[in-house]
């Protein structure tokens, strides 16, 4: 008796929630624009194993508003609006940034800057999407970012400010083909991290496309500190190229270690090595090398200039491209707001995703319908300890 | 005319199905927002994930800090489950089907944890289930089939607070019923004294092999909540990191108390979250959040080692002959 | 793969390996004296690595042009003592109140004072997120026989390690506090009724584990490089080190540090990729826990009925 007391509910219950549907709505508040203020929220990896990527991303976003406040605010359909930032802190974990997107869009912002790693920018991505509230991310380059992940069609409020992995590697892949004119390439990569395998397979795979597969595929894991053995077997394999698609913080020991090993060739990196702290941690070993990047800080057009001046008199320290693709963030953001002319996610979202040409300090931007601008990456050589322009790849 | 005993029964089951009203219908009214929503959902999840790793540190006395590896299984596991075998329309309804999948995987691996801690103990164990957490996370990051480093992308998001709520009601009365019965009896026994415990009567072995089963099927099915709320995993969400997180939910709440390991949950997630505005309006750079709930942690330790519950546990959960005031039976001559 | 191959691993092995057992020291003599398990050790090496970036920048500005030798002997000296007083002021503020609480209460405040220092490190401004390296105070010709290579930074990292080790060794086994220590560390409830002031060797304890740590932390600082989270690893890495060598036992610290450090070079080398390495290094692991749960040179522990 007592058991089928107890089932009675049971079953019910299990019915009851199985045909709920779960709340798909996003049901976002409006924009918030009380006091002619227009709220953005920015999404960072303040803390976690990237804080670096999330301090620089505040201080670019930081003095992107300063700089639109200072300069009387933001004309929308002939208003005049000032921007107020809010940040939160993704932790860099993917539940945090789920959090934290929750957290902006229940604030009332009118758009979302950021997660950078797509590891936390694609969970966000999903709460803005639902959410119809547009989401630029400065610096993710997973390609999956900005595509449904269940219909493979492109999401229709999830934006990025910098080239796709996709797109870079393969431009990585001809430039070690066609300039260094490597007949052995090599590639040392980190297996455990999606963007750095990413670009590694459409690097192999351009180069196999032209001809020329690798001689050594070798991968390594995030926190590795030693890399003798497989830079022993790419040195057995004498190879002529070294491909490291590698963050900033790692590359300075692989260098090392594969010279002390006896490497002698030249080696190509992405835009993972962008932080001018890679000097620093390599003290010279980089000297002759090349990598792609978002922009040239030395062949900077006056808009740039005008950026790197503000932000090392700011914040003591030269930019790094995840801040000058925050800033270029919150520049496609503001032009595509005023462009859309009402304080509008709908319209604003139209706006974007038609930018005909938006010249930012990280070059020229077009968007074609999509989330992923059309947008060329440069090569930069590191000579006598900067980071010097050597060549440009068009899309 | 219904017994005391009939009418606290139907009591009980009416108040819990009032909750589980309330938890259906709250999303849908204006009350609250999709954020709360989350952290509601985010708190009831670690509830169910403190309950099932104060069984393991807590009633057995021993230090598992690996359990974000049954966490990692129980996500998998019925995220492929969703993903890769059921089809679309028949979602909703397999989804308490691809939970308790989730969950029944875990425990397995459970039983695996089991055997290592017939011979060791203490430290010796913390490192077998540290290292049994990293060979899950590694296993996983050399599985392209489930998407390696990168992760499962694209989960359907079916995780509602009143499946959440389901699962920390059900959590809460496996484990209390478990504790009081012989078997959880005999492993509160192991932990205060393994040989005497033996003495009289009580199979460790069987126990042991229970707990790490129970604990790690909670945990696969808070892995499977959590999977399909945020609809994105990956094997670094499953680190050191997160055991460690709900290392420090089970002593901030009390261990060997359910009721501890709620308020433990809860306190913990809301801490964290709120901190969020807090450190907003008062300018604190973001960083300093993270700098607070260790900081907590240690002053909690010093001031009140046994967690805010201590092995005290609320009236709710202990068993009706237990509470204060009621005679125990004799037994029958 | 080559003979010269597993040479060139094997030594880079003992390099990583003479880290680890500093820092494993650390741990299993924590636990000797107060069957607790210090899971901030690994964040007080970082700190230390810190200090020694510190003090190398300072001295290098202050004494420009002196042979880098005199610095790196003043960097690790300063290393030593301040990170040995940050342990005992850690010791007494956080682990002295919980002396008599349940060992877990201990264990967890431990967790988070690591977690802590992290963090805070992290948030200060001043140190920041960012990865450093401290400049190469040992640099100098490399050796080169039979094709391998021997950097002189790796050859005095070995050496250096092996001179704390013989000297610590032989403060526990020479000297009265060394043997109080070992005291304590079998029976600490009698040993304190002999007059043996149990509160000073206890952060004496601290201090010497400290210590050793920061001379690894220092050489670390130049190999490779620090930033403030990677305590986690290394700490678990080292914990692990001296549970495998037997925890209490300061040889078995010693001998656990290097076979972690072997299996951490050599599984990628033999496996031909890194993927598997830790799943392999952990499998191993508790392998060796099964069948021998004291660990290497651990005394099994007889249970008083």
Redesign the interface.
């Known amino acids: 008796m007592k058991r089928l007391l107890l089932l009675v509910p049971l079953v019910a219950t299990i019915a009851l929630l199985s045909s709920c549907k779960p709340a798909t709505e996003g049901g976002a508040p409006p924009p918030k624009t009380t006091g002619d203020t227009l709220l953005i929220g920015l999404n960072t990896e303040l803390t976690g194993s990237i804080p670096v990527v999330g301090r620089s991303c505040r201080n670019a976003a930081e003095l992107a508003v300063k700089d639109l406040n200072d300069a009387g605010g933001l004309e929308v359909g002939g208003r005049k609006f000032k921007v107020e930032l809010m940040v939160e802190d993704n932790e860099d974990k993917a539940e945090s940034a789920t959090a934290a997107a929750q957290k902006l869009v229940a604030s009332g912002v009118l758009a979302m800057i950021g997660p950078n790693a797509s590891r936390n920018a694609i969970p966000a991505s999903e709460v803005a999407e639902s959410a119809k509230v547009p989401m630029i991310s400065p610096w993710s380059t997973n390609p999956k970012l900005t595509v449904g992940a269940r219909d493979g069609k492109p999401k229709q409020y999830v934006y990025r400010a910098c080239f796709t992995d996709e797109f870079q590697a393969a431009a990585d892949a001809k430039f070690v083909l066609n300039y260094l004119k490597s007949k052995r390439p090599a590639i040392l990569f980190d297996v455990s991290s999606e963007a750095n395998k990413g670009q590694a397979e459409v690097f192999k795979k351009t180069l196999e496309a032209g001809g020329t597969p690798p001689v050594a595929f070798e991968t390594y894991t995030s926190g590795d500190k030693d890399f003798s053995s497989q830079l022993s077997r790419i040195v057995a394999a004498k190879a002529d190229s070294l491909f490291l698609p590698n963050y900033y913080s790692e590359v300075p020991m692989q260098v090392k270690q594969a010279r002390r090993l006896g490497y002698t060739g030249p080696i190509m990196g992405s835009d993972a090595w962008s932080n001018t702290e890679i000097l620093k941690l390599s003290a010279g070993a980089l000297e002759g090398q090349y990598f792609t990047m978002h922009y040239a800080p030395d062949r900077a057009t006056p808009l740039c200039k005008d950026f790197m001046t503000k932000y090392k008199a700011a914040y003591q320290q030269d930019p790094d491209d995840v801040a000058a693709l925050t800033y270029d963030a919150f520049g496609l953001l503001f032009e595509a707001i005023r462009t859309a002319g009402v304080v509008d996610r709908m319209a604003l979202g139209d706006a974007l995703r038609n930018t005909k040409s938006f010249e930012g300090v990280t070059g020229r931007m077009q968007f074609k319908g999509t989330g992923d601008p059309v947008k060329s990456a440069v090569v930069l050589q590191v000579k006598g300890g900067k980071f010097v322009y050597h060549d440009t790849v068009n899309p | 005319m219904m017994s005391d005993r009939t009418r606290y029964t139907v009591v009980r089951m009416a108040a819990l199905l009032c909750g589980l009203a309330i938890a259906i219908i709250l999303p849908r009214t204006v009350l609250i927002n999709p954020y709360i929503e989350l952290v509601l959902k985010y708190i009831g999840i670690n509830m169910v994930l403190t309950v099932s790793l104060n069984l393991v540190n807590g009633y057995m006395g021993e230090f598992s800090v690996g359990h974000a590896g049954f966490m990692a299984v129980g996500a998998y596991t019925s995220a492929v489950l969703t993903l890769f075998f059921i089809p679309p329309e028949w979602e909703m309804w397999c989804f308490p089907l691809s939970i308790l999948a989730g969950g029944a995987v875990s425990a397995v691996a459970g039983v695996l944890l089991a055997f290592p801690s017939f011979r060791t103990r203490g430290d010796y164990l913390a490192i077998v289930t540290l290292a049994f957490n990293m060979i899950i996370k590694s296993a996983l990051e050399n599985m392209p089939a489930v998407g390696g480093p990168r992760g499962l992308t694209g989960i359907h998001k079916l995780t509602t607070l009143a499946w959440v709520y389901v699962a920390v009601v059900a959590s809460v009365w496996i484990v209390r019923n478990f504790v009081n019965s012989n078997l959880g009896r005999g492993v509160t026994a192991i932990r205060d004294d393994e040989s005497v415990a033996g003495l009289v009567g009580v199979n460790s072995r069987r126990a042991k092999v229970a707990v790490f089963a129970l604990s790690a099927f909670l945990a696969g099915v808070a892995g499977a909540l959590f999977a399909h709320e945020i609809q994105f995993i990956n094997p670094r969400s499953f680190t050191l990191i997160k055991s460690t997180e709900m290392l420090v939910m089970v002593y901030l709440g009390g261990v060997a108390s359910i009721g501890g390991s709620l308020l433990g949950a809860t306190v913990y997630t809301l801490l964290l979250e709120g901190l969020r505005p807090t450190l907003q309006i008062l300018g604190i750079s973001q960083e300093w959040r993270q700098v607070v709930a260790p900081l907590m942690l240690i002053l909690l330790m010093i001031f009140r080692p046994r967690g805010i519950m201590g092995m005290r546990e609320f009236r709710l959960f202990k068993p009706r002959d237990e509470r204060r005031g009621k005679p125990v039976k004799e037994a029958e001559p | 793969m080559t003979i010269q ?1 597993l040479l ?2 094997s030594f ?1 092995a003992l390099q ?1 390996g003479s880290v680890y057992a500093l820092i494993a020291l650390g741990y299993t003599m924590v ?1 000797g004296i107060l069957t607790m ?1 210090n899971f901030a050790h690994g964040d007080i090496f970082t700190v230390s690595c810190y200090l020694a970036l510190w003090f190398s920048s300072l001295f290098l500005a202050i004494w420009a042009g002196s042979p880098p030798a005199l610095v790196f002997a003043a960097t690790v000296v300063c290393a030593m003592l301040s990170t040995a007083a940050i342990a005992v002021i850690i010791e007494r503020l ?1 682990y002295k ?2 002396r008599q ?2 060992r ?6 431990a ?6 220092i992290e ?2 490190m ?2 200060i401004p001043g140190i ?6 401290i ?2 105070l040992l640099s100098g010709t ?1 050796l080169q026989i039979g094709g391998i ?1 021997l ?1 002189m930074a790796q050859l005095l990292t070995i050496v250096v390690s092996a001179v704390a080790m013989i000297i610590l060794d032989a403060i526990v086994r020479k000297t009265r506090v060394g043997i109080a220590m070992r005291a304590i560390s079998w029976d600490s409830r009698i040993v304190p009724l002999m007059g043996v002031p149990i509160d000073r060797i206890i952060s004496i304890t601290f201090a010497l584990g400290a210590a050793v740590a920061a001379v690894g932390g220092t050489m670390f600082g130049m190999a ?2 620090m ?1 403030p ?1 990677m305590g ?2 290394i700490g ?1 890495w080292a ?2 080190s001296a ?1 495998v060598g037997g ?1 209490g036992n300061i040889r078995g610290a010693m001998l656990g540090g290097f076979v972690l450090g072997f299996v ?2 050599l599984t ?2 033999v496996l ?8 392999v290094a ?2 191993l ?2 392998l060796l ?2 069948f021998r ?2 660990g290497i040179l651990g005394r099994p522990a007889a ?1 008083k ?1």
């Open positions: 191959l060139q691993q880079n990583l636990y398990i956080a109140p919980l609480a349940p877990v209460s201990a264990v967890i405040t967790l988070g004072v690591g977690l802590l963090n805070t992290v948030a920041g997120p960012e990865p450093r390296v400049p190469n490399d290579t950097s490779y490089q930033d989270y986690i690893r678990w914990f692990i549970v925890i951490e070079i990628p080398t031909r990729s890194s993927s598997y390495r830790d799943m952990f499998g692991l508790l826990l099964v749960p004291t249970q009925i």
